[in-house]
Every structure is written in structure tokens, then in C-alpha cells.
């Protein structure tokens, strides 16, 4: 019988492992992309508080106040349109040195 060595046997055992880890996730891939999740309501939060977040076709369409929330912000309202606005800051600055 043939001594396999420690680095065959991690690389063939991780092979292994990562078959294993990643077949839940392609069955859940499967079940995601089904047509019940194109238009969903999350619970999120943001600088001016807690809103119900809904989504229509993958993008963020709606922001209404959270329900017990005493003084809700208008500002929320403007979440959606901020979202997508050309303007929007994309990626943090870097600063020179």
C-alpha cells in the first residue's frame, strides 16, 4: 500500500469538504430564484431609524416608518431614489499620502 503524504491528503480532503459545503447552496440557489421572492418586505434601519423595506424585482422601491417608531423621519421617503441617484458616493474615498 502506498503512504500518501499530509499535503495529498488535505488537499484531497478539502476537495471533499467543499463538494459537501457547497451542495446546500445549490439547492438553495434553486429555491431563491423562484418567482415568490421577486417582491419581498425587510425589516432594516438607518440613520434616520427603523423602516420596512420593500422590494420589487430586486430593487429597493419603497421605505415606510417602522410601526412603533413614535416620530418617524420624512426623510425616510427618500431612501429609495437616494438608492439609485447618479450622484450617489459608490465606493469610499482614499486618501493620498
Not at 434601519?45 to 417602522?66: D, I, L, M, T
Not at 426623510?75 to 447618479?86: G, K, V
Amino acid at each position: 500500500m502506498d503512504k500518501i503524504s499530509r499535503r495529498k491528503f488535505l488537499k484531497g480532503s478539502s476537495v471533499a469538504l467543499g463538494g459537501l459545503a457547497a451542495a446546500p447552496l445549490v439547492s438553495a440557489q434553486k429555491a431563491i430564484s423562484g418567482p415568490s421572492l421577486d417582491s419581498f418586505t425587510k425589516v432594516s434601519a438607518s440613520h434616520w431609524g427603523a423602516f420596512n423595506g420593500r422590494v420589487e424585482g430586486g430593487r429597493f422601491v419603497e421605505a415606510r416608518p417602522f410601526a412603533r417608531d413614535p416620530f418617524p423621519s420624512p426623510m425616510l421617503q427618500a431612501l429609495p431614489s437616494r438608492t439609485y441617484a447618479p450622484d450617489r458616493v459608490k465606493y469610499p474615498m482614499e486618501r493620498a499620502i
